[in-house]
């Protein structure tokens, strides 16, 4: 049966969470016994997110396979378990490059390189490359229509529906209803603009699925579907939810499952059983209990700057039935000095991913806190790094160790800085090279690497297994030379690359709870699956919760 392609665009405003009405119907389709894949075509002009800023475009979510891509795709992987590769995610910046270096190349001597048909024959081939094991491709367009850099990627689509023909073509548009407080009444006029908008790139949607904050009236709904030239059963309400994995089951009643495969004329593979998420909903909005924990980071403005991570917590919430609160520590305030006030009644520390200088001297506040006073503390990539900074000055005395990211003066330490920019590491099969000074676009440590867990250790007991795999994104690494030392001390690299030469994870034994990892765990947590050291982490703090000597409290 040839793949079916299922395009998602916006309107209206951005942030309606396209993302996550695509996951939600991908999951249902699955459910229905169909193969799914995730796609984001992102229109800006970046050849990839990783070098923005997380407080402009929130958190970038990382392959198995290595790339850098839209926050979107960790939805797409939580929702379906189906894993994102490198093809699934693509910007306009990525397909000029693509279409520039063809051009240099030669590959259209002779022709004008155009928009038309070029770059939407490029965009084309990225949309329907290795989707013929699929059922369903779901590709969502980023921004909303009307974007000057949107248009090429609708021109494609459309394109598309007229060459796949629409029997293998759905278009599903995302709007907003309004309300308006003065008027009591939910507005359709923004709606029937953006469809409007899309009909004049020759794009009539199929399913128009209207986000609002109160429930639409039958009439308003008749309204959209006889202006917009849409069924009426095809106007889907999609009311702001309490929790994300409540959407599934919401969007299911309102039929929109069922009115894609009526579109496809298909019919269930498999009876849909909602059962798993509505356990995770009842957990999630019912815990028994709940844990404080302090996030400390620089990225604290904006939600979606760690968005796996909050996730990831949540997951471990609902596997222990409690809620997690997350308190958001900009890392500045731990260089004031009441900073340990910030931290009364906090169950837990965890110091996350970052870049940078800024914040630096606040978590290593934090770590040296959470070490003394025996907090769980969990340490993320830049978290693992600046613990063993902390370590490294606090416990062997070497006041100047720091990362060579601050570009600092080099530490007079013989054994060399603590943390410095790896120069070499192996990557299938072939050795990767790196100097100061080279690119910074696409060229840190990316994706699933190996690492060996030492038996007996913290790492090991949470994993259950002697060999795992994570994924990475990081361009220095913590310098080995130190670890003699600090095993006296009780700190232990527990973790390392199958060679040996990379650390991996750092824990310190006799410590409740301490564990600081070179990788991003949080990307490979699932809502019905919590990640193990996040697993482990939450419990901790669960049990942490339950002593008297909270921080703040303690005699
Ligand atoms: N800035 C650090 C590095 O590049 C840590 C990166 C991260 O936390 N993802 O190695």
Redesign the pocket.
Known sequence: MPTRFIFITGGVVSSLGKGLSASSLAALLQGRGFKVRLRKLDPYLNVDPGTMNPTQHGEVFVTEDGAETDLDLGHYERFTGVDAKKTDNITAGRIYSTLLSKERKGDYLGGTVQVIPHVTNLIKEFVTRDANKEDFVLCEIGGTVGDIEGLPFFEAIRQLGYELGRDRVIYLHVTLLPYVAAAKELKTKPTQHSVKELRSIGIQPDVIVCRADREIPIGEKKKIAQFCNVREECVISALDATSIYKVPKNLHLEGLDERVLQHFKMKSKAELSLKDWERIVTRFESPRGEVNIALVGKYTSLGDAYKSLTEALDHAGIEHNVRVNVKWLNARVFESADAEKKLQGVDAILVP???GEEGVKGKIAAVKYARENKIPYFGI??GM?IAVVEMVRNLLGVKDATSS?FHAAPTKDPRGQVVGLMTEWEQDGATEKRSSGGDLGGT?RLGAFPCSLQAGSLAYKIYGEAKISERH????EVNMNYAEELREHGVVFSGTSPDGKLPEIVEIKGHPFFIAVQFHPEFKSRPFDAHPIFSGFVKAAKEYSKTAAKVGEAA
Do not use: K, V
Not at 473 to 476: A, G, K, N, P, Q
């Open positions: 991913g970052g870049f990539c830049f790094q990211e840190m994104r990081h361009r220095y």
